[in-house]
């Protein structure tokens, strides 16, 4: 990370954050900060919690304990608490976007592609129809997606098309925080490295925060710039992603390595 980052106001920050189903523990004691344009990513088996942390950091889910400031563009760190319904939505139509493991969680499969990517920009306020389109086939352009296919549906689309189509939606409006969930966990492996190269290059070019779940070490590998470890809902090391994965601490965190190079 860079030095100046440091002094920059973090875009998140999360305190001892805890998300329980009745007495199971979903994730606890979770402390972080995350700086503008950083990607980070939650790796760790699964059941050890990353989606329902992720999920409640994005208050998707309400935490039980602890607390998620974010920085807001109009009123800076403002605990996500204190906000209304209306104004959760809002964020999440604007400010951030969700991209889920299956893409039928995070399009809307029965409108067009074109609209897909559209209804954001309008959430955002543009209303004139002939920029929403050229918009919309520039997004297309960008994540592969043949023009011609604007007006389908994504149902007619293959997995990977989907998710591509997905990740359109949740960039076009150039959110400052945007979270996923297993964005290749679905595809094939044969589209997954292009995937990976195309999303690594659009965090880039848009020096876009990222908070990303995975299960797969290649991928935080490839896109994370630090990693946090997850084993039953408590992080259990944290640091920046090559010195995690090059010398890892955690005998968990070791575990988990070796058996990704026994594999
Ligand atoms: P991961 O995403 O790492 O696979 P999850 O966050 O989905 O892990 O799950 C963490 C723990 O919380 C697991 O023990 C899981 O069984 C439990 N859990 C997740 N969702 C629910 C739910 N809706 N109700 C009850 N328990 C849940
Ligand atoms: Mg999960």
Redesign the pocket.
């Known amino acids: 990370m860079n030095m100046s980052l440091k002094h920059a106001t973090p875009l998140l920050q999360v305190r001892d954050l805890a998300k329980r189903?009745?007495r199971?523990?979903?994730?606890e004691h979770i402390d972080f900060d995350l700086y503008p344009g950083e990607v980070l990513c939650i790796v760790?088996?699964?059941?050890?919690?990353?989606?329902?942390?992720?999920?409640t950091l994005a208050f998707q889910l309400r935490p039980d304990e602890g607390s998620v400031r974010y920085d807001l563009k109009d009123r800076g760190a403002t605990d996500l608490a204190t906000l209304t319904d209306a104004q959760l939505r809002e964020l999440w139509r604007t400010d951030w976007g969700f991209v889920r493991q299956n893409p039928r969680d995070g399009l809307r499969m029965r409108v067009s592609a074109g609209a897909n990517i559209g209804e954001r920009l309008m959430a955002v306020g543009q209303r004139h129809y002939g920029d929403i389109r050229d918009t919309a086939l520039a997004w297309l352009n960008k994540v592969e997606i043949d023009a011609s296919r604007l007006d389908d549906a994504p149902t007619a689309f293959s997995g990977g098309m989907q998710q591509r189509l997905q990740i359109a939606r949740n960039l076009v409006t150039q959110p400052r925080l945007v979270f996923m969930?297993?964005p290749t966990a679905g595809l094939d492996v044969s589209v997954q490295a292009r995937f990976l190269d195309l999303l690594r290059s659009l965090v880039a070019e848009l020096g876009l925060a990222v908070i990303l779940?995975t299960?797969d070490l290649a991928v935080a590998r490839l896109l994370a710039h630090r990693l946090i470890v997850?084993r039953q809902?408590r992080i259990v090391e944290t640091g920046l992603t090559d010195q995690v994965l090059d010398d890892p601490q955690h005998p968990y965190t070791q575990l988990l390595v070796s058996s990704v190079l026994a594999a």
């Open positions: 189903y009745g199971r523990i979903g994730c760790g088996e699964s059941g050890s919690g990353k989606s329902t942390l992720l999920n969930d297993e779940v299960h997850m809902g």
